[in-house]
């Protein structure tokens, strides 16, 4: 059975008279990596020196390791909890081994010097964060990514029982931001440190991270795995942005996409543009349209394409069909009477086979003008049946062929402009 490692109840915290964290209620299990989630100014690193030492509690009670936070004394709490910041600096020429070596400190006496136990210890936590090759160097002279390696070293030295990161990452490039997190994934998982990560980066949380802690306000706002905590409703309110949530099939995990945050200025006279879509080709320009104030809706569209989870992030109407499944009578029944009042019919840029080729069914009756991706002419799969097609709807009503989406969104204004 696990043990609890981190209680808090009822925490609040703060700076002067004012409050930063209102009433947090946590608990960390041994073993466990959570990433600690929030916009700037909601408590996260305020958070962390709560549990550090750094910063006394307002009210509420704080356990680290089955003992009262306010019972440990320094060296003993920093035997239960380490530290590693966003950066580290020193005004001294210390070496690498001088830095790692500070973690043995909680352990070492008025008198007592380190011993051959606390320089093995060194030396095997030099081993796991690659750091031995340069133990002697200067820690100034370091990059920033060797810095916070040794750091984590200094850390790992410390044999605590919970590891707390205050935005490790932040000051590296892609390459080092990795690295450390996978050096904190692997440490977790082979010798069940609890880690608690203060991070910025959204997708490096879901990657490496069980569980997330959304704080909001205060408060905790969501708990949980982050397939839980990061639905759209909890991302759009801690981002105010327009995004997209999608799982990467990589890792099992979801990534938020984000899409914009300043909204172009919408159309006065905004009209309905049906799009016929399905695989992946129409995600930048329904989303565009969306932006621009029109009303847009899709089909028949396959489930497990993007067009179709863009169609879902921004809550569109669409007509949807599972994956290899033809386009039913009835489902196109249902598309042409979405694009009964459209005003336009956009045929997007997506390959036709004969499983989707009735999206064009009916369409030489419907009012909305017709606008046609080039592109798809040369992505007819359907032995000549596509071409076929659109002779038979050329001849009741006029199609208008563009080259890109530009030209479409160039079209589209002009013909606005001209009707007013």
Do not use: W
């Not at 006394?56 to 910041?85: F, Q």
């Not at 070492?108 to 136990?117: A, C, P």
């Not at 892609?174 to 996978?182: F, G, N, S, T």
């Not at 909204?263 to 989303?287: F, L, M, R």
């Amino acid at each position: 059975m696990s043990q609890v490692k981190l209680e808090c109840s009822h925490l609040a915290a703060g700076y002067g008279n004012g409050e930063v964290l209102k009433d947090i209620n946590l608990t960390l299990e041994e073993g466990e990596m959570a990433a600690l989630i929030g916009s700037n100014g909601t408590g996260k690193s305020t958070l962390i020196k709560c549990i550090s030492g750094l910063l006394p509690l307002m009210r509420g009670t704080m356990h680290i390791c089955g003992k009262r936070h306010d019972s440990l004394k320094s060296k003993e709490r920093a035997r239960l909890v380490a530290v590693v910041p966003q950066s580290y600096h020193v005004d001294y020429d210390f070496t690498v081994e001088d830095i790692i070596l500070m973690g043995r400190n909680p352990y070492l006496g008025f008198r007592k010097r380190e011993g051959q136990e606390d320089y093995d210890i060194v030396r095997e936590a030099m081993e796991v964060t690659c750091t031995e090759q340069f133990r002697g160097r200067l820690y100034n002279e370091l990059s920033g990514g060797e810095r916070q390696r040794v750091i984590l070293a200094r850390a790992i030295a410390q044999q605590p029982e919970i590891i707390l990161l205050d935005e490790p990452t932040a000051a590296l490039d892609l390459h080092h931001q990795i690295e450390v997190m996978e050096l904190i994934e692997r440490l977790n998982r082979e010798d069940h440190v609890t880690v608690l990560a203060v991070l910025h980066d959204i997708n490096m949380a879901a990657r490496f991270c069980g569980r997330m802690i959304l704080l909001q306000d205060g408060i905790i706002k969501a708990d949980g795995t982050p397939s839980e905590v990061m639905n759209r409703q909890n991302m759009s309110q801690l981002y105010h942005m327009k995004l997209m949530i999608r799982e990467n099939p990589l890792f099992d995990r979801p990534e938020v996409v984000p899409i914009r945050v300043m909204n172009e200025k919408t159309e006065e006279c905004p009209v309905h543009i049906h799009v016929i879509c399905g695989t992946g080709g129409a995600v930048k320009i329904i989303e565009e349209l969306d932006t621009k104030g029109y009303r847009v809706t899709a089909g028949v569209i396959n489930t497990e394409s993007s067009d179709c989870e863009i169609c879902r992030t921004l809550n569109l109407e669409r007509v949807e069909i599972p994956p290899f499944t033809p386009v039913s009578v009835k489902e196109q029944e249902r598309n042409l009477a979405m694009m009964e009042d459209a005003e336009i019919i956009l045929v997007a840029d997506i390959p036709f086979g004969k499983e989707n080729l009735p999206n064009l069914d009916g369409l030489e009756y419907l009012n909305g003008r017709i606008f046609f991706h080039k592109n798809v002419l040369n992505k007819d799969y359907t032995n000549g049946a596509m071409t076929r097609r659109l002779k038979e709807i050329e001849s009741k009503k006029q199609i208008c062929y563009f080259n890109d989406y530009d030209e479409f969104l160039n079209i589209l204004a002009g013909s606005l402009y001209s009707d007013e």
